[in-house]
C-alpha cells in the first residue's frame, strides 16, 4: 500500500437469486510508519506554509523558487528562496537594500512521545557576522503570542553561513512534546550593506516523532441554536499522520462529514436533542470523541404589537397583512426563508417584490414609524434605508427599501 491508497472506500455488493445488497463503504488509511508529523517538500505549492515579507524590516524576499533545483542535498525541483534574480543554478543574491521577511508552518499536533526531531535543507551563504542578515529558526506554541528560538545564524542550533552548498540540519524538540506548535523562519538584512551573496534556500521540512495512535485534544462541544441557524462541531486530535476524522450523528456516520470539522445547515426543532461526535483514526489506531449535544430551540417571540398598529406583515409563508387587509402580492423570485423571527422574505436583487397596493399604510399626513429586520446578502459595505420612491414612479404613498453600495438604489 502507498500514500495515494488513502481515502481509497471500499464496499461489498452481496447477492443471491431473490436480490442483491451493498454495503457501508469501509475506508482505507495509508500513513507512514516513520511516525512523521509534518513534511514538506514545496513541490509547486507551499503545502500549508505562508509567507509573510511585511515582517521586521520588511519588503522581503521569500518565495517558491526552481533556483539550484537539481543540487544535491535537497529534493528537486522546488524549494523556499530567500533573495531574487536566481537560476536553476544557482547565482541570485539579495541586494535591494534593507529587508525582511518570515516564512511560517502550519499548526502542528505534537504527540507526547519522545524523542521529536525537526530536520531541514538548507542552503545559506550571507554575512557571517551574528549581528547582519540574521536568520532564525523559532516555534511558538501560543499563536505567536511569544517565540522560543531553536537555532540562530553562527550562533546555536546547527545553524551556520555560508554552507559548501546545500547540508542538512536537525533541531531536538522533545521539550515541546504535547503541545500545539507553529514553526517560523526568519530572515532580516538588518542593513543594506553586504547583501551581494546567494541568500537562503530551504526545503524538506520534516518533524519525526514515534508512531503514535491518535490523541483527541480538544472535544467537541454542545451547542444551542434557534431554528433555522448553522451550527458547527469541531475536533482537534495529534497523532502520526495523516489523520482521518469521521463524524456521527447519534452513533450513525455522516455520508461525506470527514473533516476535523462538521457544519449542520438550517437546524430544526426536530434535531434538538442529537449527539454529535467524531471518530479519529490512522494506521496506529482509532479513538471516539464524546458526544455533543445540539440543543434547538424555538424562535423568539415577536415583541406585542405597539398600540395603534396599523398594518403587519409577518412573512409566515405568505405576505398577509395580519392587522387589516393590506394583504401583499409576492411576484418573481420571492422565497420564504428562516428569517429573525419565524419565516422571512427572500429578494433575489432583479425581479422579486411584494407588491402592497396603494391603501398600505394610508396615514395621511399624520406621522409614522416603519420597522423590519433585514439581512442582507451582500458582503460589501452597503446602506439600507427605506425611503420615498424615485421621482419617476413617486405617488403619495410610494415607499420601497433602497440598497445601495454607492450611489444608485435596488428597489424591492
Same mark, same amino acid.
Not at 180 to 203: C, M, P, Q, S, V
Given at each position: 500500500?502507498?500514500?495515494?491508497?488513502?481515502?481509497?472506500?471500499?464496499?461489498?455488493?452481496?447477492?443471491? /437469486? &431473490?436480490?442483491? *445488497?451493498?454495503?457501508? $463503504?469501509?475506508?482505507?488509511? %495509508?500513513? =507512514?510508519?516513520?511516525?512523521? +508529523?509534518?513534511?514538506?517538500?514545496?513541490?509547486?505549492?507551499?503545502?500549508?506554509?505562508?509567507?509573510?515579507?511585511?515582517?521586521?524590516?520588511?519588503?522581503?524576499?521569500?518565495?517558491?523558487?526552481?533556483?539550484?533545483?537539481?543540487?544535491?542535498?535537497?529534493?528537486?525541483?522546488?524549494?523556499?528562496?530567500?533573495?531574487?534574480?536566481?537560476?536553476?543554478?544557482?547565482?541570485?543574491?539579495?541586494?535591494?537594500?534593507?529587508?525582511?521577511?518570515?516564512?511560517?508552518?502550519?499548526?502542528?499536533?505534537?504527540?507526547?512521545?519522545?524523542?521529536?526531531?525537526?530536520?531541514?535543507?538548507?542552503?545559506?551563504?550571507?554575512?557571517?557576522?551574528?549581528?547582519?542578515?540574521? /536568520? &532564525?529558526?523559532? *516555534?511558538?506554541?501560543? $499563536?505567536?503570542?511569544?517565540? %522560543?528560538? =531553536?537555532?540562530?545564524?553562527? +550562533?546555536?542550533?546547527?545553524?551556520?553561513?555560508?554552507?559548501?552548498?546545500?547540508?542538512?540540519?536537525?533541531?531536538?524538540?522533545?521539550?515541546?512534546?504535547?503541545?500545539?506548535?507553529?514553526?517560523?523562519?526568519?530572515?532580516?538584512?538588518?542593513?543594506?550593506?553586504?547583501?551581494?551573496?546567494?541568500?537562503?534556500?530551504?526545503?524538506?521540512?520534516?518533524?519525526?516523532?514515534?508512531?503514535?495512535?491518535?490523541?483527541?485534544?480538544?472535544?467537541?462541544?454542545?451547542?444551542?441554536?434557534?431554528?433555522?441557524?448553522?451550527?458547527?462541531?469541531?475536533?482537534?486530535?495529534?497523532?502520526?499522520?495523516?489523520?482521518?476524522?469521521?463524524?456521527?450523528?447519534?452513533?450513525?456516520?455522516?455520508?461525506?462529514?470527514?473533516?476535523?470539522?462538521?457544519?449542520?445547515?438550517?437546524?430544526?426543532?426536530?434535531?434538538?436533542?442529537?449527539?454529535?461526535?467524531?471518530?479519529?483514526?490512522?494506521?496506529?489506531?482509532?479513538?471516539?470523541?464524546?458526544?455533543?449535544?445540539?440543543?434547538?430551540?424555538?424562535?423568539?417571540?415577536?415583541?406585542?404589537?405597539?398600540?395603534?398598529?396599523?398594518?403587519?406583515?409577518?412573512?409566515?409563508?405568505?405576505?398577509?397583512?395580519?392587522?387589516?387587509?393590506?394583504?401583499?402580492?409576492?411576484?418573481?423570485?420571492?422565497?420564504?426563508?428562516?428569517?429573525?423571527?419565524?419565516?422571512?422574505?427572500?429578494?433575489?436583487?432583479?425581479?422579486?417584490?411584494?407588491?402592497?397596493?396603494?391603501?398600505?399604510?394610508?396615514?395621511?399626513?399624520?406621522?409614522?414609524?416603519?420597522?423590519?429586520?433585514?439581512?442582507?446578502?451582500?458582503?460589501?459595505?452597503?446602506?439600507?434605508?427605506?425611503?420615498?420612491?424615485?421621482?419617476?414612479?413617486?405617488?403619495?404613498?410610494?415607499?420601497?427599501?433602497?440598497?445601495?453600495?454607492?450611489?444608485?438604489?435596488?428597489?424591492?
Amino acid at each position: 500500500m502507498q500514500l495515494s491508497d488513502s481515502g481509497s472506500q471500499f464496499s461489498c455488493l452481496v447477492s443471491n /437469486a &431473490y436480490g442483491t *445488497v451493498l454495503s457501508s $463503504n469501509a475506508v482505507l488509511t %495509508v500513513g =507512514l510508519n516513520t511516525g512523521v +508529523m509534518l513534511e514538506a517538500h514545496f513541490e509547486n505549492e507551499l503545502q500549508g506554509f505562508t509567507i509573510d515579507n511585511t515582517y521586521g524590516s520588511g519588503n522581503g524576499l521569500w518565495h517558491l523558487s526552481t533556483g539550484r533545483a537539481q543540487d544535491a542535498g535537497h529534493s528537486p525541483i522546488h524549494s523556499l528562496y530567500y533573495g531574487h534574480n536566481e537560476t536553476s543554478t544557482g547565482g541570485g543574491n539579495y541586494d535591494t537594500g534593507v529587508s525582511g521577511g518570515v516564512v511560517m508552518s502550519p499548526t502542528i499536533s505534537l504527540p507526547s512521545a519522545a524523542p521529536i526531531t525537526l530536520s531541514f535543507n538548507y542552503l545559506l551563504n550571507v554575512e557571517s557576522l551574528t549581528g547582519y542578515d540574521v /536568520a &532564525y529558526v523559532e *516555534v511558538t506554541t501560543n $499563536n505567536g503570542a511569544s517565540y %522560543v528560538t =531553536l537555532a540562530s545564524k553562527n +550562533m546555536f542550533g546547527g545553524l551556520t553561513s555560508p554552507t559548501a552548498g546545500w547540508v542538512s540540519n536537525t533541531v531536538d524538540l522533545t521539550a515541546f512534546a504535547g503541545t500545539t506548535l507553529n514553526l517560523r523562519f526568519r530572515f532580516d538584512t538588518i542593513d543594506g550593506i553586504a547583501n551581494a551573496t546567494e541568500g537562503w534556500y530551504l526545503d524538506d521540512i520534516t518533524i519525526t516523532a514515534p508512531p503514535s495512535t491518535p490523541l483527541i485534544t480538544a472535544q467537541p462541544q454542545s451547542v444551542s441554536a434557534v431554528v433555522g441557524q448553522t451550527v458547527a462541531f469541531s475536533i482537534s486530535a495529534s497523532g502520526s499522520a495523516p489523520l482521518s476524522y469521521y463524524w456521527n450523528r447519534n452513533g450513525a456516520p455522516i455520508p461525506g462529514a470527514t473533516n476535523a470539522s462538521f457544519t449542520a445547515n438550517n437546524v430544526q426543532l426536530s434535531d434538538s436533542g442529537a449527539h454529535f461526535s467524531c471518530l479519529v483514526s490512522n494506521v496506529y489506531g482509532t479513538i471516539l470523541s464524546s458526544n455533543a449535544l445540539l440543543t434547538v430551540n424555538p424562535p423568539p417571540p415577536c415583541t406585542v404589537p405597539p398600540p395603534r398598529i396599523i398594518s403587519w406583515w409577518q412573512a409566515e409563508s405568505n405576505a398577509l397583512d395580519l392587522t387589516s387587509l393590506d394583504n401583499g402580492t409576492p411576484a418573481g423570485g420571492v422565497r420564504y426563508v428562516p428569517g429573525k423571527v419565524g419565516q422571512a422574505l427572500s429578494f433575489n436583487g432583479t425581479d422579486a417584490e411584494v407588491s402592497l397596493g396603494t391603501s398600505a399604510g394610508n396615514f395621511g399626513t399624520n406621522d409614522f414609524t416603519i420597522e423590519f429586520w433585514i439581512r442582507r446578502a451582500a458582503r460589501a459595505p452597503s446602506k439600507v434605508s427605506w425611503v420615498k420612491g424615485p421621482p419617476a414612479i413617486e405617488t403619495a404613498q410610494d415607499f420601497g427599501i433602497c440598497e445601495s453600495a454607492t450611489a444608485g438604489c435596488r428597489w424591492h
